[in-house]
């Protein structure tokens, strides 16, 4: 978490929150684990209750919104277009009424950019070292291809399509652990779908997590297999079968970036090291799936090839 909020934060508003990030850690974990109850009817309504759990609630929204804010504040200070997300934000102009956007939506968007942006990237991460320490010959193979694209020195963004077993990797980490497991759709207007009739005002809820694990199109889908993401493996199944990131018009925004930052941190960190899982992690579902209690201890590796520089 702490290395992927560093991140978002610098790629995308070019700030560095590195001493903040325990408290913005908890902070959101906070926000997670309340978060089934705005879903409830009247929701909105509880969080406003005395409850020390509200109360928790709002004292984390505040902690996010402060370390937002002071970014923001800062950036219109200084003025500087600093060719970031943030100071697109900024400077983005409505193209009908002209204008700006006010602080509350500059904070909306960036909130959201800067949470969607960092937990699920952990998560992903974090359940491919599980995987790979459940795996020792995924592992290997991998080691090997580091081993032989980088030869010790640190990985590049050039590097990225050159690791593609590394990528597999965490393809294949995200088949069986979705960040995202589930996301949910309103019908606006009476669907017909597979038979059903969906009303207007339902909730459609698909989900990763489910789709992802059905045998129809990942045979023994309990088995840790990255192969199953050869090119050849991916034409033999319908586009469907595999939605880490959603679909439609409101797919991730940051898929690509996620990709590159998953497989580059991947890289860079197993080539040095390895990771063994001293606790196994429980799945914990909310907005997230996060693997909880996991714990490791970390072991220098020595790479198979003669370090370059
Ligand atoms: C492994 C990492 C990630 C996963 C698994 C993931 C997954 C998802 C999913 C499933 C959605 C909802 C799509 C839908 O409803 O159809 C979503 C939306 C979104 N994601 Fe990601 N995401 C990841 C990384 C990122 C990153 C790095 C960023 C930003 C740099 C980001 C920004 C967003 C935003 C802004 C949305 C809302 C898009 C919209 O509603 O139009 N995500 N993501």
């Not at 996010?64 to 923001?72: A, N």
Request: neutral net charge.
């Amino acid at each position: 978490m702490r290395v992927t909020l560093s991140v978002v934060a610098k790629t995308l508003f070019n700030a560095d929150v590195d001493e903040e990030a325990d408290e913005i850690g908890a902070s959101l974990t906070e926000l997670i684990h309340i978060f089934p109850l705005l879903l409830a009817p009247y929701g909105e309504h509880l969080l406003r209750l005395p409850f020390p759990r509200m109360r928790r609630f709002r004292a984390a929204l505040d902690r996010l919104d402060r370390t937002i804010f002071s970014i923001i504040e800062e950036r219109r200070k200084s003025g500087r277009d600093e060719g970031d997300l943030l100071s697109m934000l900024l400077l983005a102009q409505d193209e009908e009424e002209g204008g700006g956007m006010s602080d509350r939506q500059v904070r909306d968007e960036a909130m959201t950019l800067f949470l969607a942006g960092h937990e699920t990237t952990a998560n992903a991460l974090s359940w491919t070292w599980y995987a790979l320490s459940q795996n020792p010959d995924v592992e290997r193979e991998m080691h090997e291809e580091l081993d032989r694209v980088l030869a010790g020195r640190m990985p590049t963004p050039a590097d990225y399509p050159r690791l593609p077993f590394t990528e597999m990797v965490l393809a294949e980490s995200m088949r069986m652990f979705p960040p995202a497991w589930w996301m949910g759709r309103l019908a606006m207007e009476d669907v017909q779908l597979g038979g059903w009739t969906v009303p207007k005002g339902a909730v459609v809820i698909v989900a990763p997590g489910v789709t992802q694990m059905d045998e129809r199109w990942w045979p023994e889908p309990q088995r840790f297999d990255p192969r199953r993401f050869t090119a050849e493996g991916k034409a033999s199944r319908p586009r469907m079968a595999y939605f880490p990131f959603g679909a439609g018009t409101r797919i991730c925004i940051g898929e690509s970036f996620a990709w590159m930052e998953g497989v580059l941190m991947l890289a860079t960190l197993a080539q040095r090291w390895r990771v063994e899982i001293t606790e196994t992690p429980r799945p914990q579902a909310s907005i997230t799936l996060r693997p909880r209690g996991m714990r490791g201890k970390t072991w220098r590796r020595v790479s198979t090839r003669p370090r370059t520089g």
